[in-house]
């Protein structure tokens, strides 16, 4: 049995990245430091469950409305707590 997994992901990772990168503006001291950014999504990703699927549409198409804007509501919760605790941890470091 020779099958190929390489087409599994887990769904958050991609929209936790988006999430990330149009929230980076908002935080300077983040923003300037690049292991920062993966940082924030690094604690963001570890707020959600995982959810492994090979095709977004097919996952998608059996969700209900609500449940997409649950999802979509977990997501931006998860990136603005990463956000804040990454801040106020890079704030603590600069001023140490």
């Known amino acids: 049995m020779n099958q190929d997994f390489s087409s599994l992901y887990n769904y958050h990772e991609r929209e936790v990245l988006a999430a990330v990168m149009k929230s980076a503006s908002d935080f300077p001291l983040i923003q300037a430091d690049g292991d920062l950014l993966c940082d924030v999504a690094c604690v963001a990703l570890n707020r959600l469950p995982p959810r492994y699927i090979r095709h977004a549409v097919d996952f998608l198409f059996y969700l209900t409305e609500h449940e997409r804007r649950e999802i979509d509501t977990a997501i931006e919760e998860a990136v ?7 801040n106020a941890r890079a704030a603590l470091r600069s001023n140490g």
């Open 80 to 86: 603005s707590y990463a956000f804040h605790f990454v």
